[in-house]
Each structure stands twice: as structure tokens, then as C-alpha cells.
């Protein structure tokens, strides 16, 4: 099949799972005019000589990309800050409180933060041209303020040693049978992006009560969603129940003995924006960097290397990934993570004890 | 100042609400919420458990290298000193890799030597026994010194006169040595205690994912996003409070015991012959060095040529990738390490140069207010390390003095976490030069300074020197402090491993650790060229 059709059906189905996103504001477009990469625009970044990178993608993807940012634009330095994305927001946060601006360009995978950023005024307006070219409305701010880099999902996991296929947990539920105990690992909120969002739509379409149940399993609580993947790779537990669908994809691509399930209750689908700081220390770099991130370039490198999914039109899946489009997946809900996470993070500590 | 102005914030806070008002809610919350007495639990159950197990093996440890025949008691000693440098987070996370009760290695060896089946294990070191155990490798040492240091000032002749009045060897040693001893023995305790209370990095790796908190991994956590300063500040005073109290009980302790060692010109120690024992009682040791120095050592080695680093180095597993990651492709190592080599050095220098002026100042009287000055030197050691990163938080994100996002708030932190031990260290050193030499100096005509430059400082030379390195190795393995003031651009190498374990980059870390770890020895090489030189304290992180 060819890949435009891919991508394209892929995008329709997806954008139906994500239909109240961070992206639906009801101010209409202001968004300015698309920025192509000019001679004028890298001659300005690499005066700067550096961009400052926030993000909460797992540390070798993220310096992969930043590695082929200064492969491209020789002179011009990425420094990759990575930590949850809720470490990210706090940091941001303080730093900003102390009038500190440290950040240029941020990726979080808690959509939500850009719609506090937003509202805070502290995003810049800017689009890429491959952003107004290349990505349906979906999944971009009307006023130009964020796109969504990349969307990823939280799957569960197993090891194939220690686990047979047929014996694997195929829904959620499924992993409070009692043969579980002792057995799961899974992330946390409070660190990570992906886990808050995903804890948000578990918790809306199955209900707490399955986090309830879930807490007697003994899980081992770690934090990052980059974790559990590692963690089942290293044989240290048999089944993750949340974590990032790419780590996982990267341990088995590199002969770890894991394998992704996609439950059957629908998987959390996770849109993870970029956006750049009005205060950015480096303004120009922070311009040519968003440029380059959703350039067809750095996407094949999120899709291809990354094992991340793309939202640009041009990107088709890499063979042997279940596509987007044949995943049931559960919808995504920026505004209301936004509403609810202080609640979420109390009531997930409260739950797990940690 | 640097420790009043922190405090005086704390407590501040942690008396008022959010609207400013004066409360004590966040007291009411602490000691009725279950979510901060089970945290209080564990971390009093952890201290008092850590406390007794590093006595119980350091004191007869102490007692073999200072008072036997055991062989290579030298080696002992300078293994002893590897396992006090080590930075306790990563001991935590090498342990990870040991006895993790899956992928651990030392498990995978059980099971394979057992024939076991893949969900059985030896060791759990996700729980409060493993934390436990973790903790009392790296605290064990303290004991160690206390003891071992007041053994060796034991004077021979007193269990020489115990046994010229016919007492056999074990009546001396019940009778004399053991009383001798035990105020150090208790003072060792009370420090293990100490540590363990206000450690903050090996809970954090090895509590956490097991699903309980401890008090330093709670007030972090109310850090986090929404930020609870309120109570943060509130949840550090009792711990400050508890230190306060237990280090009184400490100097009480201590005080007691110089004076029950007899003065006078002392004999040399005299060695308890252990005959055919003294193979078995260097065996001993060594099985317990195992546990804070080979194994972990060894696990880290492992995960740095490991692919895959719950799997043991061969053919298939090897690889250089974690060392070219770490140096070519992550971007933070340039920085880290640049941040904490300017950190160390420029807090050893400040913290030495603060330390010897104090330091001259009380022990040769020259101000009036000697006595504060000490006291104010010294009263650092009461606040743990998380405790003053908050207090400096809450001081310097606000005027007039916004320092955070600066390498300054990290430089205040560990300069101040480092004056107390450095100025012990050298007031004894100063009290240790006959006040004669200096003068005798004067009388012939010489200013003080003069005096100082020519006659003083050249005979206190090592102990400057040996309190600058001291600072400097304190200072690498600082987690505690820095975890709460860093920003991105201050991030130092114990900040960025914390910030790798909790995304699982274990052969990252490895290579970091072993870093950190070169940058330590070197520096305790340095120490071990300086002769005649004792054990100093330093802080856990």
C-alpha cells in the first residue's frame, strides 16, 4: 500500500480519537504567516550558536534528534534538557517564577502545558511552513502557537521470556487476575507526560476503580514511561502496565525480548506539541529548530529511528508497526487533563502510596 | 547568615498559609495526615535499624584493624575510606543492578547455581530491609572511624596493667577496652542515625518504586508540581529538630570520652595475637567490603561494557556504546562535569580559606565573640542537606538576593554543608601547634600575619590541604542540596544521574558514576601522599 494512503487514513481515524484536543481553542486563527528556512534565519541562529531544548522524549531519540539538528546546521549547538514532562512544567514553572529564561524550544507529552503556556502568554506565535503545509487543523493551535511534534501511545507490555503470547494480558483488566501479583511495572504520573494523560483517559473510560484494584497488585512503581519498557527488557518484571509504545518498540528492535499488547478496552493516545518561549534566550535558533523538527527529515527520524508516530501528511509508518488507524484508541482530552491534574496527581498518590 | 537566613524562612513558612496568615495547619496536616506519619515511621524504623547494623559490624571491624595482628590492616583501612567516598546514590543504584529480585545479578547467579525458578530470588532490594542494608553500607564507615580512631588512642599500658593483675585477654577486653570504647561506639551510632535519617538518595531510587516514602523523599516530593512549600518547610522542621536534639546527645557523648582516656605519654596499643583467627578475621572484612566496594564496583563496571546491563559482559553483550553516548552524544555531560569541577574547587577553596580564618580566630582567641563565631561555624551540621535546600530555595528564589538559577545558591549550599566538618578538622589542627612557636615568633618582632604566614601555616599545611580535598570529595557526591536549587543550566553530575535513573539510562549511569568516581580517588590519592593524616567526617547525600 502506498504510504500517502497509509498516512492519510491513519490521520483521519486518528483525528477522530482526538477530536477535543488542546488544539480546539474557540479564539479564531491568528496564527502568523508560515516561516520557510531562509539563508537569513541560519545565518541569525548560528550567531546564537546554540538552542536549548526541553523535552520529555526518551534521552537517545532526543539527542538523536539534536545530533542531526547540528549535523545539519553546523555551528549551532542543541543542548537536550530531558526529564518527565511534568518535571519539565515544574522546572519551567520556578525557573520562570525567578525570571529565568533559560528554555527555547519545549516538547511536552501532557498537552495540557501548552495550554497554560498559552493562556500565560508565554508561547511565541510561529509556524513552520511544513506545519501549515503538512498537518491538519487538529493538530495545531489556531494561533500558531503550538504543533504537535509527535503522538505516541501508552501501551502494556510484556517480556517473552517470562511470559508465553497466549498467556499475556490482552485488556487492562486482565492484569488484575491475581497470576499479576507482584509481576507489573508501570509509571507515574507526577513525572511523566505520557502517564498523566494516559491515567486520565483509563480513568474516565474504565474508571479509578480499576487503579484501585491495579495498587494491590504490588506494581513496581518507577517513574518515567521511558522506564517500564527498560525495565521488561532487563527481565525485571514480566508485563508493564503503562509506558511508551516506542521505547518498547527501540528494546525490541534491539533484541530485547519484549512485545507491545493494545488492550482490548482501547489504547491512550498521546499528542505531544512543540512550542517555543517568547523569552527564548536564543530566538533565531529557536525558530530554525521548530523549523527543523517538523521538517520530513527529523519526522522520518521520530517514525523510522524514534519508532514514534508522525502527524505529518508526508510520513507513512515503517513496515511491520500496527498502524494508528487499526489500533482502537482512546481519545485524547487536553482541556480536561488540564482541569483535572491536580486532582489526578492527589488521587493517583493517594491510590499507589507513592 | 548563610544558615540563619534558610532557617529563619522555614520556619516562616512553615507557620504560614498560602494567603501569608499565621497557622499552624501544615503542623495539624503533618501529624494527622497518615500520608506524613507513615513517611515518619519508615524514616525513624530506617535510622534506628541502619544505626545498630553499622554498629554491630564496624565496631569489631574498628577493633580488628586498630587493636589485632589481623594482616593488611592497612588495606582494610584504605577500603574502609573507598566505601566513605562513594557517593550513596550510586552505591543504591549499583545495588539495583545487583539485587534487583528479577534481573539482579547476584539473583540470576542464584538461580543459576539453584536451579531455581525464574520468579525466585535471593535478595528483594526494593523494600525496607534492601533500603536497610544499602543505607548501612555507606554509613558504616562513619562508626568505623569513630571507633577505630578512638581504639587506636586506647594507651596500651591500661590492658597491660588488666592482665599484669592476672585478668586473662577477654576479662581485659570486657573490663577496659570495651568500656573504653563504647562512648564511641554510641557517638557512631548516633551519627549512622543521623545519616541515615537525612539521606535522600537511596530512598529515592530504591523506596519509591517499592511504594513507600521516607521523610527526605516526601518533602521532595511536595516540590513537585503543584508546588506545597507550606509544607515542605513544615515536614523539614522536625527533621531539623530531631538532628538538633541528637547532636547535643552526641556532644554529650563525645565530651564524656575525652575525658575518660587517660592523658599522658601513651604507649603503643598493644595487639591482641589472634593466632590461627587473624586468616579468618581478614576473611570477615572482606566479605563485608564486599557489599559497599566489589560487588557494586563491579556491577557498574558491568553496566558500562553491558548492552544489555542486567547481563553479565561476553561476547554478544559487550559494547563501547554507553561511553560514546555518554561523551559524544549526551548533551548535559560537558556541562555536568564542568559545573562540579567549578563547585568543588571553588568550595574547597572558600570553605578551607573560611574554615582556618574561624578557625584561628576561636582557637587563638583573637575576637571577643569566639564563642558564637565557633558556634556558627559548627551549626551547619545540625541541617540536613534537603532542609537547607529548602531554606536556600525559599531565601534566594526572592529579593533582595535571587540567586537561584545561578551556580552561586549551589556554591552557598555546599560550602555551608561543608564549614563544619572543615572547621573541626582544622581547630584541632590548630590547637594540635603549641601556641609557644607563634610567640616566640611575636617577641622577636613579627606582626601577626607575619607570624601566621611564616611559622603558622607552614605547620598546618596538611591539614589545609587535606580539609580542601575533603570539602572537594563531599561536594561531587552532594545530591540532597543540589536536587532541590539546580535549573538546567546548573546541573551538576550527581543531579544528571538522578535525572538518568529515573528514565532507567542504567549504562549511562555507569559511565557517569565510574567519572565520579575517578574524579573521588584521585583526589583521595592525593590525601594518601599527606602523611600522618586521620579520619575527618564527612556528610552523606
Redesign the interface.
Known sequence: MPGRNISRRTLLKASGAAAVSAFASPIRAAAPEPTAVTPALIAAARKEGKV?Y?TPI???VA??I??AFEAKYPGI????????A??V???I???Y????H??DVVTSSDAAHFIVWKRDGLLEPFVPEDVARHYVAEYKDPDGMFAAFRASLSVIGYNT??VKAEDAPKSFADLLDPKWTG?IVKGHP??SGTIMTATYEIARDIGWDYFEKLAKQ???????A??PP??L?????AVMADGNEYVLFQVKE?G?PVEAVYPTEGTPFIVSPNGLFKAAPNPNAARLFQCFCFSPECQELVVNRGAMRSLHAQIKDKPGRRPLGEIKLMKEDAAAVERLS?EIKARY??I??? | MLTLLPLSWLTYYGFHDRAGGLTIANFIQLVTDP?FL?PLLTTLILATSSAVTCCAVAAPMGWLVARTDMPLRRTVRALVMASFVTPPFLGAIAWELLA????GLLNKLFRTAAGAE??EYLFNI?TLPGLIFVISCYTFPYVFVLVANALDRIPGELEDASSILGSSAWTTARRVTVPLALPAVLAGALVAFLQAMTLFGSPAIL???????TMTTKIW?L?????KLELAAAASLPLLVLTVALLRAEAVMLGRRSYTVVGGRQGEPRRVRLGRWKWAALGLAFVVLLNPVFLPYGALLNAAFS????EFVSFDNLTLHNIE?VFF????TG?AIRNTLILCTSAATIGTVMAVVVAYMTSRRVVAWHRALAFLATAPVAVPGIVLGVGLFLTY?RPPF?L??TLWILLIAFVTIALPAAYQQLQSAFRAVNPDLEEASRILGATRLGTLGRITAPLLRTSVIATWCFIFIGVIRELSAAVMLF???TKVISVLIF??N?????G?IAVLGIIMLVFTFAVVALINRIPGFGGVRLRNT
Open positions: 536549548v526541553y526518551d534521552l537517545p539527542e538523536l539534536a545530533k549547538a542543541v543542548r537536550v534538557e530531558r526529564t518527565g511534568e518535571r512544567f515544574q522546572r514553572g520556578q525557573e517564577a525567578s525570571h529565568i533559560a528554555v521470556r517470562l509481576k507526577a513525572y504490588r506494581i513496581m512503581q518507577v517513574q518515567s521511558a522506564d527498560k525495565k527488557g532487563l527481565g525485571e518484571r534491539s530485547g491536580e498518590t493517594k499507589f502510596r507513592v | 500520608t507513615d534487583a529480585p528479577n534481573s525464574p520468579d526494593y523506596a519509591l518504586p517499592a511504594g513507600f516514602h516530593s516540590f513537585q508540581y503543584p508546588p548492552r544489555v546491563p542486567s553516548f552524544e549526551l548533551s548535559s556541562l528564589t535571587v537561584y538559577g535549573t538546567s543550566d535525572d538518568l529515573e528514565s532507567g539510562d542504567l549511562a
